[in-house]
């Protein structure tokens, strides 16, 4: 473990000299006070790792203490030093936040055991804090690669309908990016604290689906050898997103309606319902209505399902997002695999543009990996793309001058980028990972006005 560092207050000086030389010997910085006020007054949110406080001290006493380090950082942890434990008053420590309590006398080793404790906890809560900030930054809106007017419109109807706390069914063809709504909808709702929980429904055999959503308890069937929780309980408070919701058993269907309607479902086996909080997020690549007018689907399931549709368009009716997509995942190989790919060429650039791609934007990710696995030159060619899809020889870019045809593409991407971000120069910046100077720059290069991309 890194060096942290530890406040130490105790009116015993022999006791705090004690410690600190224990916590020192094991690499922390460490700084006593045998005055709880001086501490106090010396205490800074983000300055410290932990506190051990004595609760019997003159001035205030190390319940005080503790009430102060909370508020002004409730992320640090305090252990408390008692001579006189007692249950009601460890009770009290611990409802006022104190992580543990050490009764006096103690040995060293128990010190460090208690601080080592104290300490990981803390490190778990810290990385756990960091993981979601991550993810809610890797979900936000502007995260969402593309600029073309159909997409930019379906991210203001997502971002409406993450704050409001209904279901929501996410149509559209395989590799549109549908468990993406899904993921932005939920890191974007109160609900972004709680779990996210993803299960492809066409994935799973039917006979082990029911377990799978609901539970079960020990015995209910042959080979159930202890009491399962299931995902919608695992996703209680969060979010649960059924991919391919088709699939589902029509029986698997009627247990999911009921849970809609009363918020409550019964494991298998189980005689007592479970209760939970946790909004259903959907999705299908098939026309579930033509199901139910086959009898595959239930009706009153699919209008439960559907009080939000977001239908996710395909990427051959995205053309002006394909080169912002390419050089995102063109940039993610290189980071990955420390390559220096600058990107497509302009043949290569106009011939994905052309395509019609069948498997949208996971074949095109598919596709980029694969050409810069094989690709030799600084960008990828025609030649290299040809060998992944079907590309027609007489596609050209606008100009067989390179030069003319890289600013035809820079005036395309930068009136796209503008107007997708009505002409704020910083956001567009953010969202291209491009210096605000350079859009300055190039903007005066080719006589474009930020006024003329304000919607």
Request: hydrophobic share 40%.
């Amino acid at each position: 473990m890194s060096a942290k560092k530890i406040m130490i207050i105790d009116n015993e000086q022999g006791l705090c000299r004690m410690m600190a030389a224990v916590l020192m010997d094991e690499g922390h910085a460490v700084r006593t006070f045998t005055d709880p006020l001086e501490a106090m007054d010396l205490f800074r949110p983000g300055c410290w790792d932990l506190v051990i406080s004595d609760i019997k001290m003159p001035g205030i006493d190390g319940l005080e203490v503790l009430q102060r380090v909370k508020a002004r950082d409730s992320g640090v942890p305090v252990v408390m030093i008692t001579a006189f434990a007692t249950v009601e008053m460890s009770i009290q420590a611990l409802r006022k936040g104190a992580y543990d309590m050490l009764t006096k006398p103690f040995e060293p080793d128990e010190l460090l055991f208690r601080v080592r404790n104290a300490l990981n906890h803390n490190q778990l809560k810290t990385e756990n804090r960091q993981l979601k900030e991550t993810l809610a930054g890797k979900f936000n809106f502007d995260n969402i690669i593309g600029a073309s007017t159909i997409l930019q419109q379906l991210l203001e109807k997502v971002q409406k309908v993450a704050v409001r706390d209904t279901s929501v069914m996410i149509t559209g063809e395989s590799g549109t990016g549908k468990e993406l709504i899904a993921q932005a909808i939920h890191y974007n709702s109160p609900r972004k604290e709680k779990p996210f929980i993803a299960i492809n429904c066409g994935a799973i055999p039917d006979s082990v689906l029911e377990s799978e959503l609901f539970g079960h308890k020990k015995g209910a069937f042959t080979g159930a050898d202890a009491d399962k929780i299931g995902l919608l309980k695992a996703a209680d408070g969060g979010t649960l997103f059924l991919d391919e919701i088709g699939n589902l058993p029509l029986s698997v269907q009627k247990t999911l309606l009921r849970f809609l309607q009363e918020q409550e479902f019964r494991r298998i086996g189980d005689t007592v319902p479970t209760r939970v909080d946790v909004r259903l997020i959907s999705a299908t690549n098939s026309d579930l209505e033509q199901e139910v007018q086959r009898g595959s689907f239930r009706e009153d399931f699919f209008y439960r399902l559907n009080v939000i549709n977001l239908h996710l368009p395909p990427l051959r009716q995205r053309k002006a997002d394909i080169p912002l997509l390419a050089a995102h995942f063109i940039a993610d190989q290189n980071k990955k695999f420390k390559t220096e790919i600058s990107g497509l060429t302009p043949e290569a650039q106009a011939a994905a543009c052309e395509y019609a791609w069948p498997g949208n934007i996971r074949q095109l990710k598919n596709v980029i990996e694969a050409c810069l696995t094989i690709e030799t030159e600084q960008r990828i060619s025609l030649a290299t793309l040809a060998q992944f899809i079907e590309t027609d020889s007489a596609v050209t870019p606008p100009d067989n001058d390179y030069n003319q045809a890289l600013a035809r593409f820079e005036i395309d991407y930068l009136r796209q980028l503008l107007s997708a971000a009505d002409g704020n120069i910083e956001a567009a910046a953010q969202k291209a990972n491009m210096n605000m100077a350079t859009i300055y720059r190039k903007m005066k290069k080719y006589g474009l006005r930020k006024e003329d991309m304000i919607n």
